[in-house]
């Protein structure tokens, strides 16, 4: 069955206007400011408007701090200590404590985090969700979509279980994450959820590291073209940010061999789903 635009916003309790940016309805001088205004902010997340601007001019860029603010507004970016106003509340979901204060994460599978940001193709910006095992820095699973509609956030989880059941699962408090199918399997598989506070970006710290690195390595060393485009040369980045980049964290070894040091046996398995094509530990 097929639910409109308006339908989906009302069920999200989003604006329509918010629900996703599409290029057209800028200039292209903006796109390409909006672009510099996100790799500044991935740099330097707690930077405000003010701070933006007196850089985008040392970069070149003739612009007034309105202008400026008005464009983080329209890529969802705002300096909380640092936290991409993506993913929005629904006050009519059930908001969940978190858990992790002064854990010390010691295995895998001990704490998953999940998170959304933005990726742009071709003036056109769409949602990255991303599914990340917080000891090995293993990507259980990612997915792109062209709107916020929580569907693509629930069959990112659902191919991370492939994997195995983390103890607890971490989010913000988003209603992609507070969504009753999201939440539902969750319940379903016995994992204890755990939902950072409101702007405390650091209580989601390995996921927000992950995007760094995603948009460092990857986003902003080329131009996609169409979602097709960005969806392939991410599968090819996750394909090798998990199985061939050597992790300083990890004492120079990959996520995938941290991952599955003590799961040999779930390779074949994980192999035989073709979830990774090319699969090599």
């Not at 404590?97 to 001990?110: A, D, E, F, S, W």
Request: aromatic fraction near 14%; charge should be positive.
């Amino acid at each position: 069955m097929q639910i409109s635009i308006k339908k989906q916003c009302e069920l999200l309790g989003l604006n329509r206007s918010s629900l996703y940016y599409r290029g057209k309805s800028e200039t292209e001088d903006n796109i390409k400011i909006m672009g510099v205004i996100d790799e500044i902010y991935t740099g330097f997340p707690y930077y405000g408007s003010p701070r933006i601007t007196a850089e985008l001019k040392r970069r070149g860029y003739p612009i007034n701090h309105k202008r400026v603010e008005r464009l983080m507004l329209v890529i969802g970016l705002v300096a909380i200590f640092p936290k991409r106003n993506l993913s929005k509340r629904n006050p009519n979901h059930q908001i969940y404590p978190y858990l992790l204060k002064g854990l010390v994460i010691v295995r895998i599978n001990q704490v998953w985090g999940i998170d959304i940001t933005y990726v742009r193709a071709n003036g056109i910006w769409f949602y990255l969700v991303a599914v990340i095992d917080w000891y090995s820095r293993f990507v259980l699973a990612w997915k792109l979509s062209a709107t916020m509609i929580s569907d693509f956030c629930v069959l990112a989880l659902k191919e991370a279980l492939v994997y195995g059941k983390p103890e607890i699962h971490n989010s913000d408090q988003g209603s992609q994450f507070t969504d009753k199918d999201y939440v539902s399997v969750l319940k379903e598989s016995g994992i204890k959820i755990s939902m950072d506070g409101r702007g405390r970006c650091f209580d989601n710290i390995f996921t927000e590291r992950l995007w760094r690195t995603v948009k460092y390595e990857e986003v902003y060393l080329k131009e996609y073209q169409s979602f097709e485009d960005t969806e392939e040369n991410l599968k090819n980045y996750f394909q090798t940010y998990n199985y061939r980049r050597l992790h300083q964290s990890l004492n120079y070894q990959t996520p995938s061999e941290i991952y599955f040091a003590d799961k040999k046996s779930k390779v074949e398995t994980i192999k035989s789903l073709s979830i990774y094509p090319q699969f090599a530990v």
